[in-house]
């Protein structure tokens, strides 16, 4: 209330003085126009009646010249017509002047002066009047004056007429201003106050409530992102705090984003982190609104970014997007996260050849399905090779110009592009702690074999202090390849491999997910209403819902995936209008042929199967094929019957927790490959052989025909697993482990 009664009155004299200044304006205006016609038509009339009064004058009587005068002077506001002799005395005068007429106009004097017509305004009877005259000849010269006087009231009558009609439109705009003010003013401003008062009021009070939705189509829009981020960070911390003490209770401790910050801060004590990978955790691309920063679907941001933010470190990346170049200063770094500013991002650019033979090529056409063991053959070229040695340099050269000013400085490497990095950085710094991630599976030797320059990358990966994998059968593959291929001494007893003096730790690290502490996040809807916004966004009335999420890549299993879901209709027809797969199929890597014809087989699979059950209402198999963020893939976790991940080779797959991270229902069925990763934490998941169709089927069948009872207490138990497990514990231990590195002294003072 006090706001309206402080808005209005600036509104009402702000509109009140625009009004008046328009109207005067338009007084002014009318007034000049209204006296420009009627000077027009006074001078037209006097020259009509000079040459009608001069002949009378010189040859007429008096009497014919009053006839004229009256005849005339009866025209429409001509206030009347008066003729005066050279001296001023009167000779006829209209009858409606009367007496105000017997003496001559002020003018008269110049008129014989000038000896021309003249214009002017005089107060005559106490009214305002229009006088105009002309002099009247006879041999050339002036023997008398002619004037014709208007009455100018009409003039007047008219701006009193536009200033009435301007006070009444300020009047009745007040009142409307005053109802339309009022009602904005409590229905955008005072009620979305209101509501997000109570809001916050609840939220202090504790209890986890949605926030206002209709509040972010207001006038507050901009502020309900941070609002809902600040309600999600403060129902996570009570959460938190309440698991932290039950914990403590129970004697156990749960790895969270404030315990990885403490032990990061304590496990580098005081010295700087890097971390190294070739996908870059923020991406700038021209957008509506100027340029936007986009983060790209990857759980490497969200494994690694609470360790760069909790010690202020360096993340090394390719910037690959469009805008990257807009966005960096002269060193090519940047302060992310864009809001909130915790850690530096320093971009390294590649050519376009260097991008096709170190990624697409040596990386994506060799060393992936080297490793991937999904048949298809892996293709080594001697060009991408070189490429894949110069990109790496380039990199080195980067870490080391970052790492220049650091003491004992900890190097985290991320994945298969940088197999030599680890020996280069080493070479140069013995004294900085180095360790690689592999993230995908390392092959048995034989396999690896395959390789024409396996020597050059055990070398370098062995430059490293810490090698790690996701399981433990990876680490074995990895040190029976380093044994059969390299002079260097195997610790099984200790998983190290000694090399020149160098020794390197091989550990298993299995990557994860984070599982929100929030039990409800403020903004989530009830698995009723979640389910039927989805089936609304299917366009259908189903019983069962299916959901598979992947990259569109050959080791993932999808057209297998596709003909198990054929098989199980034909030998399950009753599920025939009751039960839909929804595939989100993100298209990869097209620059590699390979990649391309399996978009295009997977897309024609899921049509072909499609026609052969579909009706009018109903689709068996609906695919998506772009990318898509977590966000909007989360709604079909929660609501989906069973998740299906059919990998033929897995490093770990990170959809397989994140389905189980979304279900906070407990319930939900996790089909999964037995070839992952996953599948040697998530033991209650339905283990299947991607490769035998009828399996996948039958384990289809199993899923959806599965109790209630069985379904929640098969959740709840892979739930505990991630939860235990989850990405903040990976990367505390993988830090912790790699700070307990003894270096090796004698290399160090030697180098230097």
């Known amino acids: 209330m006090k706001l309206t009664l402080r808005l209005i009155p600036i509104l009402a004299v702000a509109i009140t003085i625009v009004t008046f200044i328009v109207a ?45 005068v009256e005849r005339f002077g009866s025209r429409e506001r001509l206030a009347g017509v008066a003729v005066y002799n050279e001296k001023g005395k009167v000779l006829a005068v209209s009858s409606k002047l009367g007496s105000h007429a017997n003496n001559p106009p002020s003018v008269f004097t110049q008129i014989k002066e000038q000896d021309q017509g003249i214009g002017a305004y005089e107060q005559i009877a106490q009214s305002t009047m229009y006088i105009y ?137 005081g010295s700087s982190l890097f971390v190294v990978s070739n996908r870059e955790p923020y991406q700038h691309v021209y957008g509506g609104k100027g340029i936007e920063a986009r983060v790209p679907a990857s759980g490497l941001v969200t494994a690694l970014e609470p360790i760069l933010c909790a010690c202020d470190g360096t993340w090394i990346a390719y910037g690959s997007a469009e805008a990257d170049r807009e966005t960096v200063d002269a060193q090519d770094r940047l302060r992310v996260p864009p809001d909130h500013p915790h850690y530096t991002l320093r971009r390294i650019w590649l050519t376009k050849e260097e991008e096709n033979g170190y990624y697409f090529g040596f990386a994506n056409e060799g060393l992936w399905p080297l490793c991937h063991i999904a048949h298809t053959r892996p293709v080594f070229r001697a060009d991408d090779w070189e490429h894949y040695q110069r990109v790496n340099e380039k990199f080195a050269a980067a870490v080391l110009e970052e790492i220049a000013g650091a003491d004992r400085p900890f190097v ?212 998506f094929s772009r990318h898509h963020s977590h966000e909007e893939i989360e709604p079909f976790y929660r609501a989906a019957n069973f998740c299906f991940v059919t990998s033929l080779h897995d490093g770990m797959n990170l959809v397989s927790k994140e389905f189980v991270a979304a279900r906070k229902d407990q319930d939900g069925v996790l089909i999964l490959s037995q070839f992952t990763g996953a599948s040697r934490e998530l033991h209650d998941a339905l283990l299947v052989n991607p490769y035998d169709i009828d399996q996948m089927a039958e384990t289809i069948r199993r899923a959806l025909e599965m109790p209630l009872e069985e379904r929640c207490v098969r959740m709840q138990r892979m739930r505990r697993v991630v939860r235990e497990h989850n990405v903040y514990r990976w990367a505390g231990e993988l830090i912790s482990e790699l700070s307990e590195i003894r270096l090796d002294t004698r290399e160090m003072v030697e180098t230097r």
């Open 24 to 68: 005067q304006n338009q007084v002014r205006s009318e007034k000049r126009g209204l006296r420009a016609d009627l000077e027009r038509r006074a001078e037209i009339l006097a020259e009509s009646l000079q040459e009608t009064v001069e002949p009378v004058l010189q040859w007429g009587s008096v009497d014919q010249l009053q006839r004229i």
């Open 133 to 269: 005259a002309l002099p009247l000849h006879r041999e050339s010269k002036i023997v008398g004056v002619l004037f014709t006087f208007y009455d100018t009231s009409y003039i007047e009558a008219q701006s009193a007429r536009i200033w009435r009609e301007t006070l009444w439109h300020v009047v009745a705009q007040l009142l409307l201003i005053i109802l339309i003010t009022s009602f904005v003013i409590r229905w955008t401003i005072v009620g979305p106050i209101t509501r997000v008062a109570k809001w916050m009021r609840d939220l202090r009070n504790g209890k986890v409530v949605p926030f206002p939705l209709r509040i972010a189509e207001s006038f507050l829009g901009p502020l309900s992102t941070e609002a809902a981020s600040l309600a999600q960070k403060l129902a996570e911390a009570r959460a938190a705090a309440k698991e932290e003490a039950q914990l403590r209770e129970a004697g156990d401790s749960l790895w969270t984003a404030e315990r990885l910050h403490a032990s990061i801060e304590r496990r580098l004590r």
């Open 412 to 623: 985290l490497i991320q994945d298969f592009h940088f197999a030599l990095l680890p020996r280069l950085i080493k070479a140069k710094r013995p004294d900085a702690r180095v360790a690689i991630f592999w993230h995908i599976p390392w092959p048995n030797p034989e396999a690896f074999r395959i390789c024409p320059w396996e020597r050059e990358l055990l070398n370098g990966l062995l430059g490293a202090d810490l090698v790690s994998f996701h399981i433990q059968a990876h680490c074995n593959n990895f040190l029976d390849t380093v044994e059969q291929s390299l002079e260097c001494r195997i610790e099984w007893d200790r998983f190290a491999v000694n090399r020149n003096d160098h020794f390197t730790l091989v550990r298993a690290h299995p990557i994860s997910v984070g599982l929100p502490e929030c039990p409800e996040s403020v903004m989530e809807v009830s698995p009723e209403e979640n389910r039927a916004d989805v089936l609304a966004k299917l366009g259908s009335d189903i019983l069962f819902l299916g959901v598979g999420v992947d990259r569109v890549d050959y080791t993932k299993g999808i057209v297998e995936r596709f003909r198990a879901i054929e098989r199980f209709f034909e030998k399950y027809p009753q599920y025939l209008e009751q039960f839909t797969f929804v595939q989100f199929g993100a298209p990869s890597r097209l620059n590699i042929k390979r990649y391309q014809d399996l978009l295009n087989e997977v897309a024609a699979e899921a049509d072909r199967i499609s026609r052969r059950f579909q009706t009018e209402k109903w689709r068996p198999i609906v695919l």
